[in-house]
């Protein structure tokens, strides 16, 4: 088909306002096959009836529970697929896109059929000439996914379409098909991390590509540098890297650990400095060093559990 069925499945949680730009900016796009669900992820403040009210036109599935990221997004996709998507477009509510950025992914998918994901172009919302992410990569060195060209000049880096190891969850168009062969993503992770074990598990049998002439926006709420990281954050992308490599061979994993170990240790010298130095936010900075440090134990915790 010359417009395939496309489902954008956003996912919210408490995040209304950034949840109505994201509609906003899809509603201008100039694909005409496009279809949209919101997942809320058992939102406690006003975002489902404001979502109602604002849009009443949108079809929106209600968890019963706040899952994660996976969690939300895999209840999307299988309504999307129940609804016969050929593509699910997950996203994050705090994306931003540009009118024509959907046409050149679908394209890519048409260069070759093995490709499973492909992967946008990310600037930053708030700073458009700096990219957030241009197509990623997992690196075992850093036990984890990088962002392509994160930090670089939007205008310069990332101008290519190339083949990709890493779909950084922010923003990924994946064929229906991927999900039908390779199965959802893990819940187990919450949030970090499962973009990653996804990326893994859709490469035993698909490709992912990058286009660079799709581009979208996104405000990276978890922050920008270590001392901005909240809480979850500091918990879940500790313990993560830890359960993402649970199963790899002995040596490496003992590499991983010495890793998190080196990692926990540094960021726990921002922490201070900024519980010493920063009144304001000394509170948030506490429980942010103690979600650290409670999510390396409960890495270093799986890892006893997976070989006793």
Known sequence: MSNPLVYAVILNYN???????????????SYDNLKI??????????SISELK?????????????????????NIGAVFALKNNAQYILLMNNDIIVTENFLEPMLRTFN????????SPKVGYTDKKEIIYCAGGRIDKILCGGVSGYKGKEFSKYGNENREITLAE???????????????????????????VDFSLRVREKYKLFYSCESIIYHTSGAGKTWEEFGPNYNYYYTRNRLLLFKESKWPFRIYVIIFSTLNVMAKSIFLVKGIIYNKEKRNTTIKSFRELWRGYIDGLMIYYTINN
């Open 15 to 29: 995040g209304f306002d950034d949840c109505r730009k994201c509609i906003n900016s899809l509603k201008k796009i």
């Open 37 to 46: 669900v919101v997942v809320d992820n058992a939102s406690t403040d006003f």
């Open 53 to 73: 009210k604002t849009f009443p036109w949108l079809e929106i599935i209600v968890s019963t529970h706040n899952g994660g990221y996976a969690a939300g997004m």
């Open 111 to 118: 260069a070759d059929n093995k490709i499973g994901i492909v």
């Open 169 to 195: 969850g922010c923003c990924m168009l994946i064929k229906s098909e991927v999900f039908q062969t390779i199965g959802f993503m893990n819940e187990k992770y919450f949030m970090y991390f499962e973009d």
